[in-house]
């Protein structure tokens, strides 16, 4: 499966109740989270806007989307990622 696959599978998941923290590695503005089985990594300014990663390895982070606090739910988009 090609990283543009593996990115539609993020499309609409809601941040609040389909992700599961891993709070003993998270800390301010990155944070952690399991879905599926994939590990992926948020990071969060402190206006509006989160930046998700999905981590394939301990050295690769390959962009996935973004989402915006002020939707609610909150929800990862992935379109807006698709040509990165």
Do not use: C, Q
């Amino acid at each position: 499966m090609n990283l543009s696959e593996k990115k539609k599978k993020f499309n609409g998941v809601k941040v609040a109740t389909d992700l599961k923290i891993i709070e003993e590695i998270s800390v301010y503005n990155y944070n952690y989270y399991s879905y599926e089985g994939s590990l992926i990594l948020g990071v969060s300014n402190d206006e509006d806007e989160t930046e998700w990663f999905l981590i394939s390895n301990s050295k690769r982070f390959d962009l996935i989307g973004y989402s915006y606090s002020s939707n609610r739910p909150e929800i990862i988009r992935v379109e807006e990622a698709m040509h990165t």
